[in-house]
T-cell receptor
Framework: ETGVTQSPTHLIKTRGQQVTLRCSSQ?????VSWYQQALGQGPQFIFQ???????GRGNFPPRFSGLQFPNYSSELNVNALELDDSALYLC????????????FGQGTRLTVV | RKEVEQDPGPFNVPEGATVAFNCTYS??????FFWYRQDCRKEPKLLMS?????NEDGRFTAQLNRASQYISLLIRDSKLSDSATYLC???WGGGYNKLIFGAGTRLAVHP
């Protein structure tokens, strides 16, 4: 096991609602990233948090936002949910903020209906 | 051109076979590369890191060709438990750990 934990594991939301996903990083890791994985595709980078600040973002709209807390845990918030937001959301922690392995939590499977 | 490209497969092989997966990438500045394994409806798990020309770990060998921007993963003596999707991963740099994943190559090992 990686030591990265996510909650909840499954979630069903209605279009237009808001959702918050949570992640606890591996001990000693100060960098947390979030990924979205649609069915049949590889994970897509949403953003990264380092020292409680967003320091990198992929091609996702502003309704995807996040936080990192002093204990390095993190949240992903998605507002105004759309059907296409249905996916597996993966949190990954790493020991430094660039060019390094990332260790993933088990993911949150979000279904938007 | 996609940032990271893989043959989607599926590769259907018998136990004991040797199978190789290929991956090409477009970012010539990347210095490290990874192979992850993902079981159905589970999270990706790190299989191997590649920082120089290659890496070997038991039955698994990764090769890197920087000139051709090409990475391969070789699995020898395939086991049933090797059945999974194998993801080629390239960090994109730019001051943060953005990992670019290929779409994955599916492997099915049969008795």
């Amino acid at each position: 096991e990686t030591g990265v934990t996510q909650s909840p594991t499954h979630l069903i939301k209605t279009r237009g609602q808001q959702v918050t996903l949570r992640c606890s990083s591996q001990s000693g890791h100060n960098t947390v990233s979030w990924y979205q994985q649609a069915l049949g595709q590889g994970p897509q980078f949403i953003f990264q948090y380092y020292r409680e600040e967003e320091n990198g973002r992929g091609n996702f709209p502003p309704r995807f936002s996040g936080l990192q807390f002093p204990n390095y845990s993190s949240e992903l918030n998605v507002n105004a949910l759309e059907l296409d937001d249905s996916a597996l959301y993966l949190c990954a922690s790493s020991i430094r903020r660039t060019e390094t392995e990332a260790f993933f939590g088990q993911g949150t499977r979000l279904t938007v209906v | 051109r996609k940032e990271v490209e893989q043959d989607p497969g599926p590769f259907n092989v018998p136990e004991g076979a040797t199978v190789a997966f290929n991956c090409t990438y477009s970012n010539s500045a990347s210095q490290s590369f990874f192979w992850y394994r993902q079981d159905c409806r589970k999270e990706p798990k790190l299989l191997m890191s590649v920082y120089s020309s290659g890496n070997e770990d038991g039955r698994f060998t990764a090769q890197l060709n920087r000139a051709s921007q090409y990475i391969s993963l070789l699995i020898r003596d395939s086991k049933l438990s090797d059945s999974a999707t194998y993801l080629c991963v390239v960090p994109w740099g730019g001051g943060y750990n953005k990992l670019i994943f290929g779409a994955g190559t599916r492997l099915a090992v049969h008795p």
